[in-house]
Structures are given as C-alpha cells and as structure tokens.
C-alpha cells in the first residue's frame, strides 16, 4: 500500500478541488477505454469515443498511456490550469529532459515504439503530434460531458467541503474512499504499489474525478506536488453528452424550469443555506424559501436543519438534471422519475 505520512503542518494544508483536472480526466479516461470495467457508467461512452477518434490519433496516446502501470507524470502536470488549453500548454512545456527521463521508466511498462523515441530525444514534431493528439481527443471524450462531469465533481466538493467543516481534517480523511484508511497521522492507499510519501509541510491537494476508478492514483516523482486523485461516486448519470440544443442555447435549464428556479438548483449543488440562496438568486428570503420547497419536493434537492438556518442540498436526480440527464446515447429516465414542477 501507498503510506502518506502527515506532520501537523500538513493537516493544515489538505485541499479539495473544486473543479475537475482536464488533464487528469483525459489520462485517466485512456484508461478507461482500454479495459471493459463498470460497463454501466462507460459503456455509452466507449462507443461514443471509439467511433469519434480516428485509430491513428488513438495509437498515439494508447502508446503512452497503459492501463496498468506507470504513465508520465508530464501528461498531469502538477501545476493547476484554469482550462484544457491552459494545461496543456504547461505539459508539452515540460523540460526536454524530464520527458526523456519519464519515457525511459515507460519503455520498462511497455516497449518504446519509433514515435515515442522521437518524443524522448525531444524532437519538435513529435511533441506536435502528442499536442494534437490530445485535442483531438479531448475534443471527443472528454469535452460534450464536462458540464456533468463538473456538476458531479462540484458536488463532491461540496459533501466534502461539508466533512470538513463540520467535523474535521479527521472525518475528511477518514470518509475519502473506501480504499483509503486514515491511521493517524499516515493516510493508507491500498492497493497502490508500496511505498512512503512523506509530505513534509508541503500538504496535499485532493483532486476528485469521474475517470478515476476503484482506486485513488497519484503523480510518481515524490518531489512535485503531492496530488492524491480519487474516485467520486460512480453512478448513472455521471456521463451525460450536452445536446445539440444544449450547446446552441445559453440557458436550456432556464428554460425548463424558470431561470430564477434553475439559478437555485445550481447554488445547490455547493449547498447554500436560505439566506445565501436568497442572495446568489437576487430574491427575497420569502421568495428564496419558497423556491426551495418547490425543488425539494420534486426530489431535486433536501434541505436539514445547520444550527439555527437550515442548509439546502443537491440531489443526485438534481444533478442528472443539471448535467442534461437523458442527452446523447443514453437511457432516457423512467416517466415516473421525471419531477414535475408548478410555480
């Protein structure tokens, strides 16, 4: 098992993403496509990619991304990036000399092939391809579902955000993953290769995603920035393809809902308490009351007592909605789950 080990300092110091990482989703979903695992979350998606991405662009990237083993840490630059551009600006600026370093452990997971040799002794054409590569991709794979993608991550931020702040660095730590025990101060990945972590006072970020499967990963050069990358709960509705009509329209949800309405499902998906709902909408608390008990009672958020305000939440059928339930090649939800909302 992977033990990272935590001084005092450290503890002051756990983050937890509040978006997804592009270039981790896009590793990770490499992945993914190269076995058959959780057929009830991907499957759709498989399909969707293996028809969309031409092969010649696809053997590039398989080429450097095994579905066990080590992958280079510079396809997940440590650095955050605001967007996929961004970040993949960062990784193809990578030191010729880390990439060559990194390719070399590879070549002992998989055998070095003309292009990826090219890519070690840094030549430019090779790292045009790898850009291209990706864009291609990202385009393909990971892009039509990164509004759901975001809205599940962002409510795992918020479910954790809550731990956190209700009882702890203990409770966050403890309740990360079923694969993940926390013996303080050493906080045990299991089934990950053996091996110490020590974070020094550096701290560590917690990056959710929705590629990730079964088991937490992390960069392999101890030297960058500890980045412990997890699982969110795998459930239908994670990946969920933006329409036509979504990608055309600036407020599809507005118009199914009413945009006041809609403003509140969203300002739940972080959690909010009346009152903050009242200002995120620009309505009264009266009004902002009332919105919630229309979402609650369609089972699209809950709302429990917070001390003396009461905290109002996403649920997943909330989500579903937010991140275009139904869209693309998916199963369209029974009739009877389908809430119905009045004014």
Same mark, same amino acid.
């Given at each position: 098992?992977?033990?990272?080990?935590?001084?005092?300092?450290?503890?002051?110091?756990?983050?937890?993403?509040?978006?997804?990482?592009?270039?981790?989703?896009?590793?990770?979903?490499?992945?993914?496509?190269?076995?058959?695992?959780?057929?009830?979350?991907?499957?759709?998606?498989?399909?969707?990619?293996?028809?969309?991405?031409?092969?010649?662009?696809?053997?590039?990237?398989l080429e450097l991304t095994p579905p066990k083993g080590y992958s280079p840490d510079f396809l997940?630059?440590?650095?955050?990036?605001?967007?996929?551009?961004?970040?993949?600006?960062?990784?193809?600026?990578?030191?010729?000399?880390?990439?060559?370093?990194?390719?070399?452990?590879?070549?002992?997971?998989?055998?070095?092939?003309?292009?990826?040799?090219?890519?070690?002794?840094?030549?430019?054409?090779?790292?045009?391809?790898?850009?291209?590569?990706?864009?291609?991709?990202?385009?393909?794979a990971i892009a039509p579902y990164w509004k759901s993608i975001g809205t599940h991550i962002s409510?795992?931020?918020?479910?954790?955000?809550?731990?956190?702040?209700?009882?702890?660095?203990?409770?966050?730590?403890?309740?990360?993953?079923?694969?993940?025990?926390?013996?303080?101060?050493?906080?045990?990945?299991?089934?990950?290769?053996?091996?110490? =972590?020590?974070?020094? *006072?550096? #701290?560590?970020?917690? !990056? +959710?995603?929705?590629?990730?499967?079964?088991?937490? %990963?992390?960069?392999?050069?101890?030297?960058?920035?500890?980045?412990?990358?997890?699982?969110?709960?795998?459930?239908?509705?994670?990946?969920?393809?933006?329409?036509?009509?979504?990608?055309?329209?600036?407020?599809?949800?507005?118009?199914?809902?009413?945009?006041?309405?809609?403003?509140?499902?969203?300002?739940?998906?972080?959690?909010?308490?009346?009152?903050?709902?009242?200002?995120?909408?620009?309505?009264?608390?009266?009004?902002?009351?009332?919105?919630?008990?229309?979402?609650?009672?369609?089972?699209?958020?809950?709302?429990?007592?917070?001390?003396?305000?009461?905290?109002?939440?996403?649920?997943?059928?909330?989500?579903?909605? =937010?991140?275009?339930? *139904?869209? #693309?090649?998916?199963? !369209? +939800?029974?009739?009877?789950?389908?809430?119905?909302? %009045?004014?």
């Amino acid at each position: 098992m992977l033990r990272i080990h935590f001084t005092p300092r450290d503890l002051t110091r756990v983050t937890v993403a509040t978006k997804p990482a592009p270039l981790w989703e896009v590793l990770l979903s490499l992945h993914m496509l190269q076995h058959s695992d959780g057929r009830l979350i991907f499957e759709d998606w498989r399909r969707h990619v293996r028809t969309s991405v031409a092969p010649d662009q696809m053997r590039l990237l398989l080429e450097l991304t095994p579905p066990k083993g080590y992958s280079p840490d510079f396809l997940t630059p440590a650095e955050s990036a605001p967007d996929f551009d961004t970040a993949l600006e960062i990784a193809l600026a990578t030191p010729r000399q880390l990439i060559r370093g990194q390719l070399d452990l590879l070549s002992k997971y998989r055998p070095a092939s003309p292009w990826t040799r090219e890519l070690a002794q840094g030549e430019r054409g090779a790292l045009h391809k790898l850009g291209r590569a990706l864009k291609t991709y990202h385009s393909a794979a990971i892009a039509p579902y990164w509004k759901s993608i975001g809205t599940h991550i962002s409510a795992d931020h918020a479910h954790r955000g809550e731990a956190l702040a209700r009882h702890g660095v203990d409770r966050l730590l403890s309740s990360l993953h079923p694969r993940v025990r926390w013996v303080a101060p050493v906080l045990q990945v299991l089934d990950m290769n053996d091996r110490d =972590l020590y974070l020094d *006072g550096r #701290g560590i970020e917690l !990056q +959710p995603s929705a590629f990730c499967w079964q088991v937490p %990963t992390k960069l392999r050069d101890p030297e960058l920035k500890p980045i412990l990358v997890y699982p969110i709960q795998h459930a239908p509705g994670i990946l969920r393809q933006a329409s036509a009509d979504q990608i055309t329209s600036s407020d599809p949800l507005g118009s199914l809902l009413g945009s006041t309405r809609a403003a509140a499902l969203e300002a739940a998906v972080a959690g909010c308490t009346t009152t903050e709902l009242a200002k995120r909408c620009k309505i009264s608390p009266a009004a902002a009351s009332h919105q919630a008990t229309v979402l609650r009672e369609a089972g699209l958020i809950t709302t429990r007592r917070a001390g003396a305000s009461v905290r109002h939440e996403i649920t997943q059928l909330g989500i579903w909605l =937010l991140s275009g339930y *139904g869209s #693309g090649n998916t199963r !369209q +939800p029974h009739p009877q789950s389908v809430p119905r909302l %009045t004014a």
